[in-house]
């Protein structure tokens, strides 16, 4: 195992005191392991808060700043945030208008983001939740009952941090993520493995000319495991997926995902297929990402997420954004 460490067991915290070195507009709290915007919460404003095992980055971290996230609670590698940590966060970020808690369809992390409601709601803080499941390749995976939450929770975090700008209460801010995360798909594709500082070696195996089709986050099995095919082709697949499971149609958004090990160059081969497929098919890309958003370490291969638009939705979308991994309009 070759990875820029120095423990193991050291590489949250150790992580933790770089983003508080490198983005003095973030609060990094290292004893409890949180992170939230400089300067304390805003008064009258909705707060948002994200978390999810480490390894993902720049999720959730990197998207915690103005029109985006209030906070986000890192676990461990892979692992899931503890109750503690996400209820410190909560409190944290509370301005006395109730906190947004947007969730990945993970067993500990709904299971843990759950009972910190409940501990929140003791103490009087109100809280609602938005429960991401965009991943239409499998459902009941190795860490879900039902579908995995994947690249829809960068949607969700982006035009719901919009609109909590702009004043949206919570029940309003709840139901925009949950159209958000309705009108999403996601499909993703593994060409190598990742490893887990931790465990020192690679979480599954695949062979010089084998891709793993619908991988997860965590390098989850897939659909399949097929033989490497053109890129023209692995996009095709993953598109003839979402487009199965929601018609496209009218003008989305795209992003091509990097899950850590792929060249920014293949993510622009990807996404100038998804642009002749799109057009083959009478769609119409009118917002767009690439780049790495939701890693799986260093793990090779990409995600594609779709996005139906709606005018309220594309406006939310353009709307200003500051954040260490995402800024536009400001």
Not at 30 to 54: E, H, M, N, Q
Request: charged share 20%.
């Amino acid at each position: 195992m070759k990875k820029l460490i120095n423990e193991p067991d050291g590489v949250l915290v150790d992580a933790l005191n770089g983003v508080a070195a490198a983005h003095p507009s973030l609060s990094v709290n290292v004893a409890d392991r949180y992170v939230t915007r400089a300067g304390g919460p805003r008064s009258g404003k909705v707060g948002l808060v994200s978390g999810g095992g480490s390894g993902h980055e720049p999720l959730h971290g990197g998207f915690v700043g103005y029109g985006m996230l209030d906070a986000a609670c890192p676990g461990e590698v892979f692992t899931s945030p503890v109750p503690d940590q996400i209820l410190a966060a909560t409190k944290a970020v509370d301005a006395g208008s109730g906190v947004l808690h947007i969730v990945k369809n993970y067993t500990g992390d709904v299971l843990n983001f759950q009972m910190a409601a409940e501990l929140a709601a003791d103490s009087a803080v109100r809280v609602e939740s938005v429960l991401v499941n965009d991943d239409v390749a499998v459902e009941n995976s190795t860490w879900t009952a039902g579908r995995r939450g994947t690249g829809a929770t960068v949607f969700v975090e982006k035009i719901v941090g919009a609109a909590a700008e702009q004043g949206a209460n919570l029940a309003t801010a709840a139901a925009l993520g949950k159209e958000v995360n309705e009108r999403s798909r996601s499909f993703g594709v593994a060409l190598t493995p990742c490893t887990v500082p931790a465990a020192g070696k690679p979480g599954f195996e695949l062979a010089e000319d084998e891709i793993e089709l619908g991988v997860g986050i965590h390098g989850e099995p897939g659909r399949t495991r097929g033989k490497l095919v053109t890129a023209k082709e692995i996009t095709a697949i993953a598109l003839e997926a979402i487009h199965a499971d929601m018609p496209l149609s009218g003008e989305v958004l795209v992003m091509v995902n990097g899950m850590g090990g792929t060249p920014l160059i293949e993510l622009y081969v990807v996404f100038d297929a998804v642009a002749k497929w799109m057009t083959a098919h009478g769609v119409g890309i009118t917002r767009s990402l690439v780049g790495n958003y939701i890693t799986s370490l260093e793990m090779a291969g990409c995600s594609i997420t779709v996005c139906r638009l709606t005018p309220q939705l594309t406006q939310l979308w353009d709307a200003p954004v500051e954040t260490p991994a995402l800024r536009w309009g400001r």
